[in-house]
């Protein structure tokens, strides 16, 4: 069982920037293609950005040229510093594990999420 936790979130303006980061175990962050999921409710959750073991990268279009997925080798962590935030981006955002990097398939359990307001 992959274990999650994100944090990072919170209330920001529009413009402004936020670093969510989702803690993994060791064994987790050393062999698991991992990405970051929003959901915006009564939407369904959707794919933002993805990352695989080797540090492979993609990324929605709306995230693209504003978000950046990186890991932490050093504290196990995937990281999404989110820059240029809209009201738009307001969610709660997931870490999940990635089986299939082409279309963002998830596999397993949900954590609690950490919610990203953009207001004003």
């Known amino acids: 069982q992959v274990q999650l936790k994100e944090s990072g979130g919170g209330l920001v303006q529009p413009g402004g920037s936020l670093r969510l980061s989702c803690e993994l175990s060791?064994?987790?962050?050393?062999?698991?293609?991992m990405g970051w999921y929003r959901q915006v409710p009564g939407k369904q959750r959707e794919w933002v950005a993805l990352?695989?073991?080797?540090?492979?990268?993609k990324y929605q279009d709306s995230a693209k040229g504003r978000f950046t997925i990186s890991r932490d080798s050093l504290r196990y962590t995937i990281n999404l510093q989110m820059t240029d935030l809209k009201p738009q981006d307001t969610a709660v955002y997931y870490c999940?594990?990635?089986?299939?990097?082409?279309?963002?398939?998830?596999?397993?359990?949900w954590g609690l999420g950490t919610q990203v307001t953009v207001s004003s």
């Open positions: 060791p064994s987790t962050f050393n062999t698991y293609n």
């Open positions: 999940i594990r990635i089986v299939d990097l082409a279309r963002g398939t998830h596999f397993g359990s």
């Open positions: 990352i695989s073991s080797g540090g492979d990268t």
